[in-house]
């Protein structure tokens, strides 16, 4: 057959690459470069060259396991990383690294503040809040109604979880309010976050996540069209007509639109009801990242400085603000710190300013997670048509990579698809 990929992101890629084996691919990229939210450039400090992620960084061996097992078959590296979580204020002066004793009191004044202490020790019993919740299978409740209801305080609330979570997927803090706590408890429990024990080894990949594109699309040069923005799709009985930005109209007998729901969903030409309503339940949002060497931007206590340091705002935000210190994460042994910061490039000297890029993240509703579970209704089921994305569940790498490779096995490839939930999932 012949098959039109519609994006290289994760899902895109993984699709193209098990589809390749059977079938005749062509895969279109409206960027001017593959890999999606995988960004990696080369920056020129101190005398070296150092290949910094900006959108994919880390995986683990817990709940990446169809990533993995693609890594292993491309013979792409990868190394352990630090995955620290801390907090920063420094419109108020406050401050905590959450993976040690010296990085929870880095600000020594934390010792003596009851807040703080009760924040601390509400840590431990909302892990076991959140077990006893996850085991209800409530999918009503937000995380609002359930914080409420457990009476735990406003600084954990502000200062803790909500960070947290909103850090985890570049998510509006306020919107977070609102979220299904079972999803979000999922998720934590899922990636070892509920316990001090048999937490996942996180990793990143050496040289950069663009290693893995590369060496993917190594094998499908040729049928891969950059900077080819696909426009629209019409289907009809006999296949499938993608035209492109140049009006150019291509054939195929199935096409697979492994963009974002918001994306797919405007391309084609006459969505069904079906497609309206699942795909239109899932937005996306913006978030602008600036690659930086400004680390007045980090915590004034360099005992507080973390791997991902959310920012709080006494003004917050409708997006999420955090910085990722890039050496920490992918092992740069530089005296430069190389620092990526969400939506906050106003705080960032203009002069230490590398890189300005904007990304898309999914933003998850309750009817966003009814949605997920349709997607039977409309892959495949309306005039040959596929949908591949993270967004299909968590919005993670390995989600793109699922979803992408459960397109394939729908179209006859044999891949194993591997569960990324953990048991207690």
């Known amino acids: 057959m012949r098959v039109a990929v519609v994006g290289t992101g994760s899902a895109g890629l993984a699709c193209a690459h098990r589809l390749a084996e059977q079938h005749e691919v062509t895969i279109f990229e409206a960027a001017g470069r593959p890999g999606g939210h995988t960004h990696t450039r080369d920056v020129q400090v101190d005398g070296g060259s150092f290949p910094v992620d900006s959108g994919f960084i880390v995986c683990n061996d817990h709940t990446y396991p169809n990533f993995l097992a ?14 620290s979580f801390g907090v920063t204020a420094r419109e108020f002066d406050f401050e905590y690294h959450a993976e040690s004793v010296g990085g929870l ?57 909500v960070p947290q979570a909103s850090a985890v997927w570049s998510a509006d803090p306020a919107q977070l309010w609102e979220f299904p706590a079972i999803f979000l408890i999922r998720f934590f429990e899922n990636h070892g976050m509920l ?25 499908l040069a040729d049928r891969l069209e950059l900077g080819t923005p696909v426009t629209g799709v ?46 239109g339940a899932i937005p996306y949002q913006e978030n602008a990242a600036t690659l930086h060497t400004d680390t007045s931007i980090m915590p004034r206590r360099r005992a507080a400085w973390s791997s991902w340091n959310a920012h709080l705002l006494r003004e917050p935000k409708d997006r999420a603000t955090l910085t990722y210190d890039m050496n920490r994460l992918q092992g740069f042994d530089t005296p430069t710190r190389l620092l990526v910061t969400l939506n906050m490039d106003e705080a960032i000297a203009d002069e230490l300013v590398l890189e300005r890029m904007v990304y898309h993240h999914p933003v998850f509703t309750t009817p966003g997670l009814a949605a997920q579970r349709r997607w039977a209704d409309v892959s495949g089921t ?10 299909w569940r968590w919005g993670f790498h390995e989600d793109g990579v699922w979803s992408g490779l459960r397109v394939a096995r729908s179209l006859g490839s044999t891949v194993p698809l591997h569960d990324a939930q953990r048991a207690a999932a």
């Open 382 to 391: 309306a005039g040959r048509t596929h949908y591949a994305g993270a967004y």
């Open 70 to 83: 693609l890594m292993d078959e491309l013979g792409v590296a990868l190394r352990p990383t630090n995955m």
């Open 105 to 161: 009191f880095a600000q020594r004044r934390n010792a003596l503040d009851p807040r703080f202490l009760r924040m601390v020790a509400e840590y431990v019993r909302f892990n076991r809040v959140a077990r006893r919740f996850l085991a209800s299978g409530d999918e009503t409740t937000s995380l609002r109604e359930l914080l409420r209801r457990e009476r735990f305080s406003t600084w954990f609330a502000e200062r803790l979880i």
């Open 195 to 219: 316990s001090l024990r048999d937490r996942p080894q996180w990793m990143t990949v050496v040289g950069g996540s663009r290693a893995y594109v590369d060496a993917l699309l190594a094998p």
């Open 234 to 279: 019409r289907r009809s009985p006999d296949g499938v007509t993608v035209r492109t930005a140049d009006g150019t109209q291509t054939d195929f007998d199935q096409v697979v639109l492994a963009c974002h729901s918001d994306q797919a969903l405007a391309v084609l030409e006459d969505p069904t009801d079906d497609e309206r309503a699942v795909l």
